[in-house]
């Protein structure tokens, strides 16, 4: 793993109105490594893009690094795939339907970018929880085309939900995080970060698809969500990966949104 040549600690967080559409209720910011753009033009990081549902209508495709993102919106606009930004200042860009986003599509998309020379991943199970009790999405890799490990480019999701504790608006959230990557990438870090936290993975046939974290501490008070991100950022760096971390605010976000 090659480390960034500047300071490789994510950047302060960046807030970005992140409500996709009504119906998917995600407010999203990220933090970004000031070190990466040196290595992505050297060619030593590889432009990779995240698919995942925001909501019945659209999904979230999230680009590292950033500034690969206008390479893959043209590679994506050459293979049909129309992407946006919410706002200016978004660092992600959404694919819409307004007849509906079937699974099949992400998968599409990831495909293209794939067959393209990029490296692209889709997930279905990613939107706001059913309406079924006790009910949570499971992440499940969408596509045919599965990138191998290459530069230890991962992507952290931070859910933010309704407190388990309290109504007010000081009660702390209840929180997720979900890691998207490479199979091998991922069981790396499920191995480096265990004694941080207790890691569920998500398994697929031959591998680990992505990885689940539930953070008790978070809803507890315990602790807050930004000593959390450090603390996924510590563990990031610990095993030799990188990636950017998003947090995916669903607090209020209506039930059956689509997963």
Do not use: K
Request: with cysteine.
């Amino acid at each position: 793993m090659i480390e960034p040549t500047s300071d490789p600690h994510p950047a302060d967080p960046q807030s970005a109105d992140g409500r996709a559409d009504p119906s998917a209720g995600d407010g999203m910011t990220s933090r970004s490594m000031p070190g990466v753009p040196y290595l992505f033009d050297t060619g030593l990081v590889l432009p990779t893009a995240l698919v995942t549902r925001a909501g019945p209508h659209t999904a979230f495709v999230r680009v590292f690094p950033l500034d690969a993102t206008a390479q893959v919106a043209a590679t994506a606009r050459r293979a049909g795939f129309r992407l946006n930004r919410a706002t200016p200042e978004a660092d992600w860009l959404l694919l819409a339907d307004v007849d509906g986003l079937a699974d099949a599509r992400l998968a599409a998309l990831a495909d293209a970018l794939n067959a393209a020379g990029l490296r692209a991943f889709a997930y279905a199970g990613t939107g706001p929880p059913e309406p079924r009790a006790g009910e949570r999405g499971r992440p499940r890799r969408l596509g045919t085309r599965r990138p191998e490990a290459a530069d230890g480019t991962v992507f952290v999701e931070v859910r933010l939900h309704d407190p388990l504790f309290g109504n007010g608006p000081e009660a702390p959230p209840s929180a997720q995080t979900v890691v998207y990557g490479p199979s091998e990438d991922l069981e790396l870090f499920q191995e480096a970060a265990a004694e941080r936290f207790v890691i569920e993975p998500v398994p697929e046939i031959g591998g680990v698809a992505a990885l689940w974290i539930d953070h008790a501490e978070v809803a507890a008070g315990l602790t807050s969500i930004e000593a959390l991100v450090e603390e996924l950022d510590a563990a990031l760096r610990e095993c030799g990966l990188q990636g950017p971390v998003h947090i995916v605010d669903r607090r209020d976000a209506p039930a059956g949104g689509g997963g």
